[in-house]
């Protein structure tokens, strides 16, 4: 097998998971590759919240363009950032090395209230750009003032602890990978069926050409079953709604690979009063494409709550 070029952002959680999976390549396949960093739109673009942006594939698109045109091989992702729909000519032969898929709430000590909603106090601050993460806020507690934060991990962290917010949400995963600092802060792992994780969260991908045929066919024996069925499950429902990042969906499933499957998963939307409101429901079966199917109609036919 070639030596290959592996395509990456150049955040810090973005380069951790590039050199994990150069390591799983040597480890596993006897496959050597090099790293070479690709800036993004959403690296370019940081004044503005995510649910703000037009367009798709904010973190995807040049690294896509890089694999097309042969500039790299692979590109490793976050696979939440990825569309649902790929571009023409792309594949992806890998989904796995999931890592924890709740969300992390981070609280300075001062803001800390043990028992309340989130663990804040009322009208406490809370960073988050993302409408998932917005929704679920405001309806687990109006009180907080959400307010629109970027950057990579280590600079959000490093902001909730200088004061510039109360508490802020990011995900468990990329603070487990960068095993980050968390020194001065409470750090609480929230329940994901009541705080629903994004589709896909903590979870690898891949992207490839599809010409690649011999290298797609090395890649898929990496893929962990498990985590397929549930990216099956989660990803599916999003691409339901056609929509990416920008909407405020969570899911969450617990798969048996041995019979039945369980997806629970909530929409979040804001009613014409400004009020919080959400829409959630369980499903249980065997049949992931009915599955996904009957949580897409009895989400958009339910009543908000």
Known sequence: MR???????????ALWQANFIQRILKEKLDITATIKVIVTTGDRITNMSFDQMTGIGFFTKELEEAIL???????????????????DGLTVPTIGFREDRRELLLVRED?????GALSLNDGASIGTSSARRKSQIQYLNPTLEIKDIRGNVPTRIERVKSGDYDAIVIALAGVKRLDSDLSGLKAIELDPEVFLPAPGQGTLAIETRETDTELNKVLSSLSDEKTVVEIALERGLLKKFDAGCSLPLGVFCEVNLGGQHRFVSALGVVGDNGSPELRRLEVTGSDVEALVAESYAALTAMKVM
């Open 111 to 115: 803001s800390y209230f043990e028992g």
């Open 69 to 87: 045109c042969g500039e790299v091989d692979i590109a490793v992702h976050s696979l939440k950032d990825l569309t649902t729909t790929l571009p």
């Open 3 to 13: 030596d290959i070029v592996i395509g990456s952002r150049g955040s810090d959680l």
